[in-house]
Protein backbone atom coordinates (compact mmCIF):
# COMPACT_ATOMS: atom_id res chain seq x y z
CA UNK A 1 0.00 0.00 0.00
CA UNK A 2 1.33 3.37 -1.03
CA UNK A 3 0.25 6.09 0.95
CA UNK A 4 0.48 9.59 -0.26
CA UNK A 5 0.55 11.71 3.34
CA UNK A 6 0.20 15.37 4.06
CA UNK A 7 2.04 16.37 7.15
CA UNK A 8 0.51 19.89 7.34
CA UNK A 9 2.82 23.09 7.95
CA UNK A 10 5.30 20.90 10.06
CA UNK A 11 4.23 20.86 13.49
CA UNK A 12 3.09 17.59 15.12
CA UNK A 13 0.02 19.20 16.94
CA UNK A 14 -1.33 20.05 13.16
CA UNK A 15 -0.92 16.88 12.02
CA UNK A 16 -3.89 14.52 11.35
CA UNK A 17 -4.20 11.35 13.42
CA UNK A 18 -4.43 9.40 9.74
CA UNK A 19 -1.04 11.15 8.97
CA UNK A 20 0.73 9.84 12.30
CA UNK A 21 -0.75 6.93 12.03
CA UNK A 22 0.42 6.09 8.33
CA UNK A 23 4.11 7.13 9.38
CA UNK A 24 3.86 5.34 12.33
CA UNK A 25 2.72 2.15 10.54
CA UNK A 26 5.27 2.07 6.89
CA UNK A 27 8.65 1.33 7.48
CA UNK A 28 9.63 2.87 4.71
CA UNK A 29 9.36 7.02 4.40
CA UNK A 30 9.79 9.10 1.15
CA UNK A 31 10.22 12.20 0.98
CA UNK A 32 12.30 15.80 0.28
CA UNK A 33 14.79 16.02 2.27
CA UNK A 34 13.55 18.97 4.07
CA UNK A 35 9.91 17.31 4.77
CA UNK A 36 12.11 14.28 6.34
CA UNK A 37 13.71 16.63 9.14
CA UNK A 38 10.45 18.25 9.93
CA UNK A 39 9.44 14.73 11.69
CA UNK A 40 12.57 13.13 12.45
CA UNK A 41 11.51 12.29 15.50
CA UNK A 42 9.23 9.62 14.19
CA UNK A 43 11.07 7.76 11.94
CA UNK A 44 13.81 6.29 14.33
CA UNK A 45 14.30 2.41 12.62
CA UNK A 46 12.52 3.22 9.49
CA UNK A 47 14.27 3.06 6.19
CA UNK A 48 14.40 6.52 4.55
CA UNK A 49 14.29 7.34 1.14
CA UNK A 50 15.09 11.52 0.60
CA UNK A 51 16.08 13.36 -2.68
CA UNK A 52 16.32 17.23 -2.70
CA UNK A 53 14.61 20.13 -4.61
CA UNK A 54 13.14 19.39 -8.20
CA UNK A 55 13.87 15.85 -7.02
CA UNK A 56 9.71 14.94 -7.34
CA UNK A 57 9.68 12.54 -10.32
CA UNK A 58 12.29 10.70 -8.88
CA UNK A 59 10.25 10.15 -5.31
CA UNK A 60 7.04 8.88 -6.62
CA UNK A 61 8.51 6.80 -9.27
CA UNK A 62 10.66 4.83 -6.17
CA UNK A 63 7.87 4.92 -3.50
CA UNK A 64 5.55 3.01 -6.65
CA UNK A 65 8.10 1.01 -6.91
CA UNK A 66 8.65 -0.09 -3.12
CA UNK A 67 4.89 -0.22 -2.54
CA UNK A 68 4.46 -2.57 -5.96
CA UNK A 69 6.59 -5.04 -4.08
CA UNK A 70 4.10 -5.32 -1.57
CA UNK A 71 5.56 -2.95 1.23
CA UNK A 72 3.65 -0.53 2.89
CA UNK A 73 5.67 2.97 2.16
CA UNK A 74 4.63 6.54 3.40
CA UNK A 75 5.46 9.09 0.46
CA UNK A 76 5.34 12.42 3.07
CA UNK A 77 4.54 16.09 1.80
CA UNK A 78 4.26 19.42 3.68
CA UNK A 79 0.89 21.02 3.56
CA UNK A 80 -1.56 18.79 1.83
CA UNK A 81 -0.36 16.14 -0.69
CA UNK A 82 -2.91 16.85 -2.82
CA UNK A 83 -2.44 20.74 -3.16
CA UNK A 84 0.96 21.26 -4.93
CA UNK A 85 2.07 18.24 -3.90
CA UNK A 86 2.98 14.36 -4.62
CA UNK A 87 -0.78 13.15 -4.72
CA UNK A 88 -1.30 14.14 -8.29
CA UNK A 89 2.35 13.61 -9.98
CA UNK A 90 1.68 9.62 -8.28
CA UNK A 91 -1.11 9.42 -10.12
CA UNK A 92 -0.39 10.79 -13.41
CA UNK A 93 2.54 8.22 -13.12
CA UNK A 94 0.39 5.41 -12.45
CA UNK A 95 -1.86 6.33 -15.26
CA UNK A 96 0.53 7.11 -18.05
CA UNK A 97 2.04 3.34 -16.98
CA UNK A 98 -1.44 2.13 -16.79
CA UNK A 99 -0.92 0.22 -13.38
CA UNK A 100 -2.99 -0.66 -10.87
CA UNK A 101 -1.62 0.02 -7.13
CA UNK A 102 -3.28 0.41 -3.81
CA UNK A 103 -2.97 4.31 -2.62
CA UNK A 104 -4.70 6.28 0.05
CA UNK A 105 -4.26 9.92 0.25
CA UNK A 106 -4.26 11.29 3.62
CA UNK A 107 -4.64 14.81 3.78
CA UNK A 108 -3.18 17.45 5.75
CA UNK A 109 -3.72 20.98 6.61
CA UNK A 110 -2.32 23.13 3.96
CA UNK A 111 -0.78 26.80 4.09
CA UNK A 112 -3.75 28.53 3.60
CA UNK A 113 -5.81 27.06 6.21
CA UNK A 114 -2.95 27.22 8.91
CA UNK A 115 -2.11 31.03 8.06
CA UNK A 116 -6.19 31.58 7.76
CA UNK A 117 -6.70 30.86 11.49
CA UNK A 118 -3.07 32.46 12.48
CA UNK A 119 -4.71 35.81 11.34
CA UNK A 120 -8.31 35.40 11.89
CA UNK A 121 -10.69 34.20 9.72
CA UNK A 122 -9.91 36.19 6.12
CA UNK A 123 -11.44 32.84 4.25
CA UNK A 124 -15.29 32.77 5.38
CA UNK A 125 -15.75 33.98 1.49
CA UNK A 126 -15.06 32.37 -1.91
CA UNK A 127 -11.28 32.19 -2.40
CA UNK A 128 -9.09 30.52 -4.57
CA UNK A 129 -5.23 29.81 -4.41
CA UNK A 130 -2.73 30.63 -7.00
CA UNK A 131 0.77 29.65 -7.11
CA UNK A 132 3.40 31.69 -8.71
CA UNK A 133 5.71 29.55 -9.32
CA UNK A 134 6.31 29.57 -12.71
CA UNK A 135 8.66 26.08 -12.93
CA UNK A 136 5.73 24.30 -14.11
CA UNK A 137 2.97 26.32 -15.12
CA UNK A 138 4.09 29.52 -17.65
CA UNK A 139 4.30 33.20 -16.54
CA UNK A 140 1.56 34.47 -18.65
CA UNK A 141 -1.21 31.69 -17.42
CA UNK A 142 -0.38 32.36 -14.04
CA UNK A 143 -0.88 36.20 -14.90
CA UNK A 144 -4.34 35.62 -16.89
CA UNK A 145 -5.66 33.71 -13.60
CA UNK A 146 -4.27 36.03 -11.26
CA UNK A 147 -6.67 38.74 -13.25
CA UNK A 148 -9.95 36.43 -13.36
CA UNK A 149 -9.72 35.97 -9.78
CA UNK A 150 -9.15 39.77 -9.07
CA UNK A 151 -11.57 40.64 -11.30
CA UNK A 152 -14.31 38.25 -9.58
CA UNK A 153 -13.06 39.95 -6.17
CA UNK A 154 -12.18 36.75 -4.85
CA UNK A 155 -10.07 36.33 -1.39
CA UNK A 156 -6.76 34.95 -2.83
CA UNK A 157 -4.30 32.84 -1.33
CA UNK A 158 -1.15 32.80 -2.81
CA UNK A 159 1.60 30.42 -3.10
CA UNK A 160 4.80 30.08 -3.43
CA UNK A 161 5.13 33.95 -3.88
CA UNK A 162 8.07 35.38 -4.04
CA UNK A 163 11.83 33.86 -3.73
CA UNK A 164 15.74 34.34 -5.16
CA UNK A 165 14.66 33.21 -8.43
CA UNK A 166 11.89 34.70 -9.16
CA UNK A 167 11.93 38.03 -6.51
CA UNK A 168 9.37 39.88 -8.93
CA UNK A 169 6.61 37.59 -10.07
CA UNK A 170 4.54 38.60 -5.97
CA UNK A 171 4.83 43.01 -7.51
CA UNK A 172 3.95 41.87 -10.85
CA UNK A 173 0.68 39.99 -9.20
CA UNK A 174 -0.21 42.63 -7.05
CA UNK A 175 0.11 44.98 -9.70
CA UNK A 176 -2.53 42.93 -11.82
CA UNK A 177 -5.29 42.80 -8.76
CA UNK A 178 -4.87 46.45 -8.49
CA UNK A 179 -6.49 46.92 -11.69
CA UNK A 180 -9.74 45.83 -9.43
CA UNK A 181 -8.44 46.10 -6.31
CA UNK A 182 -7.66 49.47 -3.93
CA UNK A 183 -4.76 49.92 -2.99
CA UNK A 184 -6.11 49.64 0.43
CA UNK A 185 -7.14 46.24 0.20
CA UNK A 186 -6.14 44.12 3.14
CA UNK A 187 -3.46 41.35 3.32
CA UNK A 188 -2.36 39.13 5.19
CA UNK A 189 0.79 37.17 5.38
CA UNK A 190 1.93 33.98 7.44
CA UNK A 191 5.66 33.10 7.24
CA UNK A 192 6.63 29.36 7.98
CA UNK A 193 3.18 29.18 10.43
CA UNK A 194 3.45 26.46 13.26
CA UNK A 195 6.63 25.94 13.16
CA UNK A 196 9.50 27.77 15.60
CA UNK A 197 9.96 30.75 13.27
CA UNK A 198 6.13 31.35 12.55
CA UNK A 199 5.32 35.23 11.93
CA UNK A 200 1.95 36.59 11.44
CA UNK A 201 1.23 40.09 9.91
CA UNK A 202 -1.59 42.11 8.19
CA UNK A 203 -1.38 44.97 6.27
CA UNK A 204 -2.67 46.05 2.95
CA UNK A 205 -1.75 46.05 -0.49
CA UNK A 206 -0.13 49.56 -0.57
CA UNK A 207 2.05 48.90 2.53
CA UNK A 208 3.01 45.13 1.84
CA UNK A 209 7.25 44.71 2.13
CA UNK A 210 8.03 42.40 -0.12
CA UNK A 211 11.31 41.78 1.41
CA UNK A 212 9.64 39.85 4.01
CA UNK A 213 8.41 37.41 1.72
CA UNK A 214 9.93 34.18 0.79
CA UNK A 215 8.91 30.77 -0.23
CA UNK A 216 7.49 29.45 3.03
CA UNK A 217 5.27 32.40 3.36
CA UNK A 218 1.22 32.11 2.15
CA UNK A 219 -0.20 35.52 1.29
CA UNK A 220 -3.67 36.14 1.49
CA UNK A 221 -5.48 39.41 -0.26
CA UNK A 222 -8.33 39.80 0.88
CA UNK A 223 -11.85 40.99 -1.39
CA UNK A 224 -13.43 44.58 -1.31
CA UNK A 225 -15.43 43.62 2.04
CA UNK A 226 -12.21 42.38 4.16
CA UNK A 227 -11.42 44.46 7.19
CA UNK A 228 -8.92 44.20 10.24
CA UNK A 229 -11.00 44.09 13.97
CA UNK A 230 -8.68 43.66 17.17
CA UNK A 231 -5.35 42.92 15.13
CA UNK A 232 -7.74 39.98 13.40
CA UNK A 233 -8.07 40.42 9.34
CA UNK A 234 -11.74 39.23 8.83
CA UNK A 235 -14.12 38.73 5.51
CA UNK A 236 -17.76 38.51 5.90
CA UNK A 237 -19.68 35.64 4.99
CA UNK A 238 -22.88 37.72 4.65
CA UNK A 239 -25.07 37.69 7.83
CA UNK A 240 -27.25 40.46 8.12
CA UNK A 241 -26.22 41.95 11.61
Same mark, same amino acid.
Given at each position: ?? =??? /????????? &?????????? $??????????????? %????????????????? &???????????? @?????????????? #? =?? &???? !??? #???? %?? @? *?????????????????????????? +??? *???????????? !?????? +?????????????????????????????????? $????? #???? /? $?????????? $??????????? +??? &??????????????????? !????? =???
Amino acid at each position: ML =YIV /GLGPGDKSV &MTQDALDAIE $KCPIIVGYATYMRLV %KDMLDGKEMVSTGMRGE &MERCEKAIELAA @QGKDVALISSGDAG #I =YG &MAGL !VFE #ILAN %KD @Q *HLDVKVIPGVTASIAASAALGSPLMN +DFC *HISLSDLMTPWD !VITERV +DAAAKADFVICLYNPRSKGRPNNLREALDIMLKY $KSPDT #IVGY /G $KDVARLKEIE $KITTIRDLDEE +DIN &MTTIVIVGNKNTFVHDGRM !VTPRG =YSL
